[in-house]
């Protein structure tokens, strides 16, 4: 047991599955030829106009309810400048100053003990092309660019890998669940970074360092766990964690530096001039909450109340919506009754 205290907060980008990408028409695909589903807006070439697709919003907004945030009256987009060669038109329309998601909060729950993790804030962007390095020349594919990102940002409540990893484990289930992301977290449709420090009890936040490529949820334990004992061996030597960008290295199991943090980074955000801001009316606030399902974790606890499942099962029946409709299903045809349920195990 150690004698610090871990703080991990975790941002977790998910690709919504919208049919067309967040700005223009182009379809929104894994998999397809490199450079097919591009046009002059995803590409950023001069004097094209973006214009928001709804779906998306109203993705990201069924999420943020999911989440127990509020969306504010009016959200709006802001231009994050940056320079990469994955994203050609040097910024990326994102969401700074109102998100359409804020201070929400999600449960996660394992053998009995529930923990309430406070969501900061969900916000839509576009995501970026994707590079591929091969041999000594770097590819472009830009099929990714423009397509629909909710990034949701948790404030740092977590205290472990394992709490991290479960955290989400919960959150793909809510996503898959809502049908917003497909969660598949190889193809890059669900992706997590995290932060972590550490500290003495009672002496607040220590200084956090940032994990990168965190492309499995089992990573996310790992990482964490890795870096938390990394910490605590500087601290006990005497010397001060750096603050720093560190990246999972999946084949030697450690984290590793990626680059030193100069002071917040200086986007110069400003509000996007070729989008109107969003203010969600009440036709539109009605469509998302009639998007709204029996979310994945009160199911589960439906199940062990109503049907005395124990929480393993009843969590493995309730991992797909698909199986616990399924299940629920049969029960509902008379076939089996709760009582047969009982009975048999
Ligand atoms: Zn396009």
């Known amino acids: 047991m150690s004698k610090y205290q871990t703080f991990i907060g975790l941002e977790v980008h998910i690709h919504l599955l919208t049919k067309s990408k967040v700005f223009c028409a182009c379809k929104s695909a894994f998999g397809d030829a490199p450079n097919t589903n591009v046009c002059p807006i995803c590409m950023g070439l001069p004097g094209v106009l973006p214009a928001l697709n709804i779906e998306a919003m109203r993705m990201g907004c069924l999420t943020a309810r999911a989440l127990n945030c509020t969306i504010p009256e009016t959200t709006w987009f802001e231009r994050k400048q940056y320079f990469y060669p994955d994203m050609t038109k040097n910024y990326q329309i994102s969401q700074f100053a109102s998100p359409l998601g804020q201070n929400g909060w999600m449960e996660i729950e394992s053998k009995g003990v529930v ?22 020349v770097s590819l472009l594919d830009y099929n990714r ?54 500290n003495l009890p009672g002496k607040g936040l220590g200084r956090k360092v940032e994990i990168k490529n965190l492309n499995s949820s089992r990573f996310v334990r790992l990482g964490l766990n890795y870096e938390a004992k990394r910490q605590a061996e500087v ?58 399902v029996e979310l994945p974790l009160e199911r589960q606890r439906r199940f062990m109340r109503d049907y005395a499942l124990p929480e393993d099962a009843a969590a493995a029946l309730c991992e797909e919506k698909a199986l616990a409709d399924y299940f629920e299903l049969v029960v509902d045809s008379g076939q089996w009754t709760v009582d047969s349920i009982r009975s048999s195990r």
């Open 115 to 136: 923990k309430k993790v406070r969501i900061h804030e969900c916000h839509l962007e576009e995501d970026a092309g994707k590079m591929i390095h091969t041999g000594n």
């Open 145 to 198: 660019a423009g397509v629909a990102l909710l990034e949701i940002v948790t404030e740092p409540d977590m205290a472990s890998g394992e709490e991290a990893e479960l955290f989400i484990q919960q959150l793909r289930r809510t996503v898959r669940y809502l049908g917003v992301c497909d969660g598949n977290m190889e193809e890059g449709s669900l992706r997590a970074d995290a932060n972590i420090s550490i």
């Open 235 to 292: 601290l006990d030597a005497g010397k001060q964690v750096i603050q720093e960008t560190r990246l999972w290295n999946e084949n030697r199991d450690q984290t590793e530096i990626m680059r030193t943090k100069e002071n917040a980074h200086d986007y110069r955000y400003f509000p996007e001039p070729d989008l109107p801001p969003f203010k969600p009316d009440a036709e539109f606030l009605a469509s998302v909450d009639a998007m709204l």
